[in-house]
């Protein structure tokens, strides 16, 4: 099955909770994504995860997780991403070096939400029963701020990192 990324409705994400960006866009502002079936072990690299995550003061809400790391907290706590729905409409948190932060940061999250920040981080997530694997490292938590900002030179050089895998696998033709 494949739709637009702004058509992943919590409905239709609760029921099919594993997705993957498709590169094939026909629209020109809009993402297409597909549906994949869960394999046992299976990792959380690539893929857009609809999935519970518990707020500080304990209450669940469903949310969609991307960018997830193997490497666990020491990466994902500056590059995963999180949108939050509530009462039907989403937010999506941006990250401290995202362009916007200043108009989707922690604060507002928890406005939207209706909570006090403190309610709302330190967010946790548990990600094993819908990767099927009982991998601790598919547990983590989003706080409000990282123990420790990237400077520029060190937010670019992860991105290359996580790139070095994906360009080693690219066939050139040098003739």
């Not at 819908?130 to 409000?144: A, T």
Request: aromatic residues 12%; charged residues 30%.
């Amino acid at each position: 099955m494949k739709i637009t990324y702004s058509d992943l409705t919590l409905e239709r994400g609760q029921k099919y909770r594993l997705w993957r960006f498709t590169n094939s866009n026909e629209e020109e502002d809009e993402f297409e994504i597909e549906w994949v079936y869960a394999c046992p072990g299976m990792s959380p690299s690539g893929l857009i995860i609809v999935n519970p995550v518990v707020f500080a003061d304990g209450s669940t809400h469903w949310a969609i997780l991307d960018n997830v790391s193997n490497e666990g907290d020491s990466v994902n706590e500056h590059f995963l991403g999180i949108d939050v729905w509530h009462h039907g409409k989403i937010f999506q948190l941006a990250r401290y070096h995202d362009l916007d932060y200043k108009r989707r940061n922690p604060r507002a999250l928890a406005k939207f939400v209706g909570k006090k920040l403190s309610d709302v981080f330190l967010i946790t997530y548990d990600l094993r029963e819908v990767l099927r694997s009982d991998d601790p490292g598919l547990c983590g938590m989003i706080k409000e701020k990282p123990s420790k900002k990237l400077t520029k030179g060190e937010l670019i050089s992860w991105v290359f990192k996580g790139l070095e895998s994906e360009i080693k696998d690219l066939d050139y033709d040098t003739d």
